[in-house]
């Protein structure tokens, strides 16, 4: 039935919901109906989800993710908030991912409930991991006051009682980074000497969002570690950090033998204003491996236009691919007292 269904604009929300039912997945076309919807429309819709099957409602939630990732007139948004309710922790988790680019107040509270009540821990670290937008928006005065410090407060009691070892500790602890406040200063030092590698990218992770100088010498240490991931990661922090002391150790990690390694290092570069990081980027781009040619193409444009003067200085006139490359510039600011 779906595949027959040619634009959305043609097709009745009745027929659109008949084809959810069906075995194969309905066309893109046809999935963007449920674009926007309010209402009594996402009433209907509602009616309908709650009576499909547990694995159908997560192929459908799947699909969604996808198509609005690839789709800038796709805005499921209404659906994935929904969907943050669904009994299935596959779809929830989903619905959280879906909302990963939305800053709508609306979700804010549910995913405080995800986080604090949920029975899967799985879907509690996604909800943290979720939050750490909100606590960004709170930090750069974005968000009101008062619902920044909810989501901080939430955050901070997950770091206080859920053990160290577990992805929801990790993921708590990478969103607060964009918080200052010594204890979660304190929580990033003692992940990062833990001597456990998940902690240890974790603690490089939120080392890197902080855009905390202080952190620089603990991040370009890594840097020679012997674990891929962890190279990875302090490599990504050194870029957000902005720290050109790091060059010279960027500039090995070209070589490295791990293919994600290299992008992270020619990511990183990106952010560091000197001549041989620009060098060193032009010569990856020259590379025979197509996985880090790409990726250097794109961070040489990036690298331009942050670092010399553009004659089109508007962000319209980059592509998507180069706006990932964009790093944070967000000031510093006095940690508040200690009892804040």
């Known amino acids: 039935m779906s595949a027959s269904l040619d634009s959305p604009s043609n097709v009745p929300l009745a027929a659109a919901l008949a084809a959810l039912r069906d075995e194969a997945l309905p066309s893109e076309q046809l999935m963007l109906c449920f674009s926007d919807l309010e209402g009594e429309r996402?009433?209907?819709?509602?009616?309908?989800?709650?009576?499909?099957?547990?694995?159908?409602?997560?192929?459908?939630?799947?699909?969604?993710?996808?198509?609005?990732?690839?789709?800038?007139?796709?805005?499921?948004?209404?659906?994935?908030?929904?969907?943050?309710?669904?009994?299935?922790?596959?779809?929830?988790?989903?619905?959280?991912?879906?909302?990963?680019?939305?800053?709508?107040?609306?979700?804010?509270?549910?995913?405080?409930?995800?986080?604090?009540?949920?029975?899967?821990?799985?879907?509690?670290?996604?909800?943290?991991?979720?939050?750490?937008?909100?606590?960004?928006?709170?930090?750069?005065?974005?968000?009101?006051?008062?619902?920044?410090?909810?989501?901080?407060?939430?955050?901070?009691?997950?770091?206080?009682?859920?053990?160290?070892?577990?992805?929801?500790?990790?993921?708590?602890?990478?969103?607060?980074?964009?918080?200052?406040?010594?204890?979660?200063?304190?929580?990033?030092?003692?992940?990062?000497?833990?001597?456990?590698?998940?902690?240890?990218?974790?603690a490089l992770t939120a080392m890197g969002r902080s855009c905390n100088a202080e952190y620089r010498s603990l991040v370009r240490a890594e840097l020679h570690n012997v674990s891929p991931m962890v190279r990875r990661s302090a490599a990504i922090a050194a870029g957000e950090l902005e720290d050109e002391a790091a060059l010279p150790?960027?500039?090995?990690?070209?070589?490295?033998?791990?293919?994600?390694?290299?992008?992270?290092?020619?990511?990183?570069?990106?952010?560091?204003?000197?001549?041989?990081?620009?060098?060193?980027?032009?010569r990856a781009a020259r590379s025979d491996d197509p996985a880090i040619s790409q990726h250097a193409e794109s961070a040489l444009q990036a690298w331009d236009f942050w670092h010399r003067e553009a004659e089109f200085p508007l962000l319209d006139v980059m592509d998507e691919t180069q706006q990932s490359f964009r790093v944070r510039r967000i000031p510093l600011r006095p940690e508040p007292p200690a009892d804040s």
Not at 86 to 114: K, N, W, Y
């Open 249 to 282: 150790d960027l500039l090995k990690l070209l070589e490295d033998p791990s293919v994600e390694v290299q992008q992270a290092s020619i990511t990183a570069l990106v952010s560091i204003n000197q001549p041989e990081a620009r060098e060193a980027i032009a």
């Open 42 to 202: 996402l009433e209907q819709w509602g009616a309908t989800w709650e009576s499909l099957p547990d694995e159908r409602r997560a192929a459908l939630i799947e699909q969604m993710v996808d198509i609005a990732e690839d789709n800038l007139q796709a805005n499921f948004d209404a659906i994935f908030r929904y969907a943050l309710r669904d009994p299935l922790e596959r779809v929830r988790l989903s619905a959280i991912e879906g909302l990963s680019q939305e800053s709508h107040l609306s979700a804010l509270d549910t995913l405080l409930d995800l986080l604090q009540h949920d029975p899967s821990l799985t879907v509690r670290a996604a909800a943290a991991e979720s939050l750490g937008r909100f606590v960004l928006a709170a930090e750069m005065q974005q968000l009101a006051a008062e619902k920044g410090e909810r989501v901080c407060r939430a955050l901070l009691r997950v770091l206080r009682q859920a053990p160290t070892d577990s992805l929801l500790y990790r993921r708590a602890l990478e969103s607060l980074a964009h918080f200052s406040h010594p204890e979660v200063d304190y929580h990033i030092r003692a992940a990062y000497y833990a001597n456990d590698d998940l902690l240890l990218v974790s």
